[in-house]
């Protein structure tokens, strides 16, 4: 079984939508990071999570630390939305990222 | 600021090949990485670097080389190139070994 797991792998979404991706981890983390990868191929951090929740814009990040869960929300999507959202949790007391395979998002207008 | 550079973007390289992606970081960073993303699966590190000077492995750092040549600089060496390294690389640098990461735009390596 992954350490990692998101759920859905592909989602596409009319303009305007609300989306919401999950992600659940088995191991024991010190943080987790949302991060967002374009088809041009750069990686963009969205979020860094250790506990509650936080927003950035249409964007919102929620953790449960006790269920090992986080989800991440767009409010009102948009086709430049469009990319692949990839959870990353930290290991406790590690530098380490554990990289989920990515949910890929597709907005259509 | 120009954040976390790479060069280059794109390599084509025969088998046997060597050749060395390079890294740089104008944020002052302590830390820095080496990823590699395969389709279908999420990032891997191949080696991390916590201070100029030190190295460490990651979790496929099978014929792979690093060097931090000093805070700004870190660079990735495929000594014999094998196709199963086709891959995006991807470098990385955060302040503290356990804060927040910035990428680079990626190298996108195709091993023939």
């Known amino acids: 079984k992954n350490e990692v797991e998101q759920s859905p792998q592909n989602l596409t979404a009319q303009e305007g939508e609300f989306i919401t991706i999950n992600c659940s981890y088995s191991?024991?983390?010190?943080?987790l990071h949302w991060l967002q990868q374009h088809p041009g191929g750069g990686i963009v951090s969205l979020f860094m999570?250790?506990?509650g929740k936080k927003k950035h814009g249409r964007l919102i990040a929620t953790i449960n630390i006790q269920e090992k869960h986080s989800s991440l929300h767009i409010t009102a999507s948009h086709p430049r939305d469009s990319a692949v959202y990839i959870c990353?949790?930290?290991?406790?007391?590690?530098?380490?990222?554990?990289f989920g395979t990515g949910t890929r998002l597709k907005v259509l207008a | 600021n120009a954040g976390v550079t790479q060069t280059p973007k794109f390599q084509v390289l025969k088998t046997g090949q060597s050749m060395t992606l390079q890294c740089a970081q104008d944020?002052?960073?302590?830390?820095m990485y080496w990823y590699r993303q395969d389709p279908g699966m999420g990032l891997r590190l191949i080696y991390y670097?916590?201070?100029?000077?030190?190295?460490d492995k990651g979790e496929v750092p099978n014929g792979y080389n690093v060097s931090r040549l000093n805070k700004r600089e870190f660079s990735l060496r495929l000594e014999s190139a094998a196709p199963s390294q086709t891959s995006v690389y991807f470098c990385?640098?955060?302040?503290?070994?356990?804060?927040?990461?910035?990428f680079g735009p990626g190298t996108r390596l195709t091993v023939l």
């Open positions: 944020m002052n960073h302590n830390s």
């Open positions: 990353a949790p930290q290991g406790s007391g590690t530098y380490k990222y554990i």
């Open positions: 670097s916590a201070s100029e000077g030190t190295t």
């Open positions: 191991v024991g983390i010190s943080a």
């Open positions: 999570l250790s506990s």
């Open positions: 990385a640098s955060s302040d503290l070994s356990r804060a927040e990461q910035f």
